[in-house]
């Protein structure tokens, strides 16, 4: 139990364009999720808290203009990133947390802007 | 919401061996928990050890926790090509946002 469901698991997307990630509970609702921008050789960076129905939380130094969160359903987060350059290449992870077991990560993203 | 700090950043053993990490936290917690992440990929929750517990096992691991020190270890016994990977802890006071250290990049060599 307890799954976490990350899509797509890469993107190749063109400069400017936006690209959406999708972050989905299988088998629980998730009123809390959290996204997670990863670069190459480095830690995990916290970039935002969502709550379902309502204003993501942003960490400091997030556009949250250029990072879109949406969590419209208790087992669904959305992260786009819009107007991607390539300097927004990373790897993107989701993590949901479940009351009482603690949180469990989706498999992440890779973004490659072209 | 505190940030645990794995040492070492970098560990490599022979395979068979024994893996020792440590993670040392600032403040009060509830649990602390250990994931796992192989190259390329999410986090997997290895361990979960409660404050007021000093040791426990799940397979070949086994997690000890020190509140007085604010630390704890993990160690990965017998270890296989399979345990490389970066491990993290993450020190939980109630529910939180995780945040993480830089991890230690565990490398077995066969």
């Known amino acids: 139990g307890a799954v976490v469901s990350q899509h797509p698991s890469w993107v190749i997307c063109k400069s400017g364009t936006s690209v959406k990630i999708e972050c989905r509970s299988l088998?629980?609702?998730?009123?809390?999720m959290f996204w997670y921008r990863q670069f190459p050789k480095q830690s995990l960076m916290l970039m935002a808290t969502?709550?379902?129905?309502?204003?993501?939380?942003?960490e400091q130094g997030v556009e949250k203009d250029k990072f879109l969160i949406n969590h419209a359903s208790l087992t669904l987060s959305t992260l786009t990133v819009t107007s991607a350059h390539p300097e927004d290449s990373s790897f993107y992870i989701c993590?949901?947390?479940?009351?009482?077991?603690?949180?469990?990560f989706g498999s992440g993203t890779r973004l490659t802007v072209v | 919401s505190q940030q645990g700090e794995e040492d070492p950043q970098a560990l490599s053993i022979q395979e068979g061996e024994n893996a020792t990490m440590n993670c040392s936290y600032k403040?009060?917690?509830?649990?602390l928990q250990w994931y796992r992440q192989n190259s390329g990929r999410g986090l997997v929750h290895l361990i979960l050890?409660?404050?007021?517990?000093r040791e426990k096992h799940s397979g070949r691991l086994r997690v000890t926790l020190d509140t007085s020190k604010k630390s704890s270890s993990l160690l990965i016994t017998a270890s296989r090509a399979a345990d490389t990977a970066s491990y993290f802890c993450?020190?939980?006071?109630?529910?939180?946002?995780?945040?993480f250290g830089q991890g230690t990049r565990l490398t077995i060599n066969p």
């Open positions: 088998d629980f609702q998730a009123t809390t």
């Open positions: 993450a020190p939980i006071q109630g529910a939180q946002k995780l945040v």
């Open positions: 403040t009060s917690i509830n649990n």
């Open positions: 050890i409660r404050s007021n517990e």
């Open positions: 969502s709550n379902e129905g309502s204003k993501a939380t942003y």
């Open positions: 993590s949901a947390r479940r009351e009482f077991y603690g949180y469990t």
